[in-house]
């Protein structure tokens, strides 16, 4: 299997960018700052325009809030809702994760969410995400993951970044034996993709972001340090990263 790009996008533009370079994929999301959140119907439907015909897929992020992924009924019933409506209303599949408060995988969270993407498609592809690098051990994991018959994983291989993960991610490989495929993400820049598909890994997951800066200094939410600021996909960065991998 040649090695699929995924760019991690918040809009139309982000999709134009992924469809220049080539990218198999999208994930759709917004608040990329906060590890990303469910995006608005008006996004996803952006989003395929942006795609058309010839455009990398659209997957779409379904987290219903920030800070963690150990959820109440009331957010994974959200979650599942969400999960229908994108697959229904276009997307190729979704990005989902749960875990429980010891740190495990929430399996019957995951099962509800997968189902309520194939109830709506059955060749939908549902991608758990990093939830499983915070689990106690996300080599273990993968097996509950693979038990569920999921389409791929995103992960680091446990760290923060993918760079740092790459034993882990090498291990995750050799386990899954082509039986479900492996994505890293997260820090994934020019200057480390190589080493990183190195690993093996079926996919890389990047984000070839750069922030536009507010004017002004309220601020603007809790989490806020200024008066706003945003992140942009890239064309230039995105370029690098694929002259880096020599594509």
Not at 27 to 52: F, I, M
Not at 119 to 148: G, K, Y
Not at 160 to 172: F, I, Y
């Amino acid at each position: 299997m040649s090695l699929a790009l995924e760019v991690a996008v918040q809009d139309a533009a982000g999709v134009r960018v992924a469809r220049e370079i080539g990218a198999r994929r999208v994930e759709l999301t917004q608040a990329l700052a906060l590890g990303g959140l469910t995006p608005s119907p008006a996004t996803l439907e952006r989003a395929l325009e942006a795609a058309a015909d010839a455009g990398p897929e659209i997957h779409v992020l379904v987290r219903p809030r920030a800070g963690g992924f150990q959820y109440e009924p009331d957010e994974i019933e959200t979650a599942v809702r969400d999960v229908r409506w994108m697959i229904a209303h276009g997307a190729a599949g979704v990005v989902i994760g749960a875990q429980h408060a010891d740190g495990g995988l929430d399996a019957a969270a995951l099962e509800r969410l997968r189902d309520a993407a194939r109830s709506e498609r059955t060749d939908a592809a549902v991608t758990v995400h990093r939830v499983i690098d915070v689990t106690p051990d996300p080599l273990a994991s993968l097996d509950a993951v693979l038990a569920l018959g999921f389409t791929r994983v995103l992960t680091s291989g446990g760290a923060s970044a993918a760079r740092d993960g790459v034993p882990v991610l090498r291990a995750m490989v050799d386990a899954a034996e082509h039986r479900i495929e492996i994505m890293a993400g997260s820090g994934v820049t020019a200057r480390n993709a190589a080493e990183i598909a190195e690993t093996g890994v079926d996919a890389l997951h990047f984000s070839a972001k750069r922030t536009v800066a507010a004017t002004g200094s309220v601020r603007m939410g809790s989490a806020a340090d200024d008066g706003g600021g945003h992140e942009v996909t890239d064309l230039a960065e995105a370029r690098a990263l694929c002259a880096a991998l020599g594509l």
